[in-house]
């Protein structure tokens, strides 16, 4: 397991399993299922409504608390530094334990300086090892970093191949935030893990289109939380030849996936470019097309993820 050191110094694994869309019938048995092939990384929200589900299968694992990296959100009608405060401690009840690893806050709307001041304060406390964002912009995250007591360490955003976030990430850098990704795989959209590109490559290496794009995000330096309830492909994923990242960048691989980075931009729906053809976007199209929430995005804003 290959681990990101944030900020603070805490270790997180760079592999992680997510439950978002992971019914309450079905999550105790898949964050089994994860734990028992190998993740030690959970990421869950109290907007999934499936903490509980979460906190029971942990500690039914037997797997040591300490050597399992828990990460929950704070849902929008809970900030405000009273409320933030109080959910944080039920989801503490909920997951069965008495610290998190890292608690980030959903989505950056309403009272998020005062749900911010609370995660602080617990992080002090010990209550949270580790405190981040999700779905912040560049704007409000150097807005968070430029004026809270405490920087984010996390900003956990929607990133892959057709959406790969390339000037979020370098002010992330810039301000020692660690990029996680959710939607690792677009969540299939697109035709993605048909896609003719990948699929070129992951043939060529004797990987699937998953393995490709995970590989491109480890080696991007991304902490990936992908989803899956099937045990097989949970297994796939935590393979150590198809999720170890190469060291240097000028390998075949890294190029390969440099190059399909490149390509699948260019390559992206005309839709995706409002006013503008496929054939004529620019450069200043692709990057604004990148910097602003496509209209399924905005609708998604405030969806559970």
């Known amino acids: 397991m290959n681990y990101i050191t944030l900020n603070n110094g805490v270790k997180m694994p760079q592999l992680g399993y997510g439950v978002y869309q992971v019914s309450q019938e079905e999550c105790e048995r898949c964050v089994l299922d994860a734990l028992q092939v190998g993740y030690r990384s959970i990421d869950t929200a109290q907007s999934y409504f499936n903490e509980e589900q979460v906190g029971t299968a942990i500690e039914k694992s037997r797997v040591d608390r300490k050597d399992i990296f828990l990460t929950t959100k704070v849902w929008v009608e809970h900030y405000g530094y009273e ?10 009840r909920k997951l069965r334990t008495d610290y998190l690893d890292l608690c980030l806050l959903h989505q950056p709307f309403a009272d998020y300086y005062g749900a911010w001041h609370a995660l602080e304060e617990l992080y002090e406390a010990g209550k949270i090892r580790a405190i981040g964002v999700s779905n912040f912009y560049p704007d409000r995250l150097v807005d968070l970093c430029s004026f809270a007591r405490i920087k984010p360490m996390v900003n956990q955003v929607e990133v892959h191949p057709l959406h790969q976030q390339g000037k979020a990430k370098e002010w992330m850098e810039k301000y020692g935030v660690q990029m996680e990704a959710w939607a690792p795989f677009g969540e299939g959209r697109s035709q993605m893990f048909t896609n003719p590109v990948l699929a070129e490559i992951g043939a060529k290496y004797g990987k699937t289109v998953a393995q490709v794009i995970l590989r491109w995000h480890l080696q991007r330096g991304v902490v990936v939380i992908p989803k899956s309830t099937h045990r097989e492909r949970m297994h796939l994923l935590t393979k150590s030849r198809a999720i170890t990242p190469t060291r240097s960048p000028r390998t075949a691989m890294s190029a390969s996936l440099l190059t399909v980075a490149a390509r699948l931009t260019w390559s992206c729906p005309q839709r995706w470019v ?21 209209a399924a995005s905005r609708s998604r804003t405030l969806s559970k993820r």
């Open 274 to 294: 409002a006013g503008t053809s496929r054939r004529s976007a620019t450069l200043q199209d692709l990057f604004l097309m990148q910097m602003r929430p496509s």
């Open 83 to 92: 409320e933030a405060k109080a959910s944080v401690l039920e989801s503490l």
